[in-house]
Nanobody, 117 residues
Framework: QVQLVESGGGLVQAGGSLRVSCVASGSFISISTMGWYRQAPGKQRELVAEITSFSSANYADSVKGRFTISRDNAKNTVYLQMNGLKPEDTAVYYC???????????WGQGTQVTVSS
């Protein structure tokens, strides 16, 4: 079992930066990939970035070069540093963890990121 709690969202002007964090409680050692997804109003939830337990990262094309995902296993935490934010980055950002050999999906409650133009 895993519980995920996000923090760090907010309102920022275009071109600004934010860092969102996700703390996992429970059996962190059994978590393989952790990631960030986002969902804008009227749109499907989409992958933003993900990172494996070996710190291999994968990014959506729309955020490459602007966002950086990182993972601190000692703190059971995954971060998403977002630079050069654009209004189209506005969404609820959800932390995701894939747990155990079956890669069961766990989700956080989401944190709102709003980028004003």
């Amino acid at each position: 079992q895993v519980q995920l709690v996000e923090s760090g969202g907010g309102l920022v002007q275009a071109g600004g930066s934010l860092r969102v964090s996700c703390v996992a409680s429970g059996s962190f050692i059994s978590i393989s990939t952790m990631g960030w997804y986002r969902q804008a109003p009227g749109k499907q939830r989409e992958l933003v970035a993900e990172i494996t337990s070996f710190s291999s990262a994968n990014y959506a094309d729309s955020v490459k070069g602007r966002f950086t995902i990182s993972r601190d296993n000692a703190k059971n935490t995954v971060y998403l540093q977002m630079n050069g934010l654009k209004p189209e980055d506005t969404a609820v950002y959800y932390c995701n963890a894939k747990y155990g050999p079956m890669r069961l999906n766990y989700w956080g409650q989401g944190t709102q990121v709003t980028v004003s133009s």
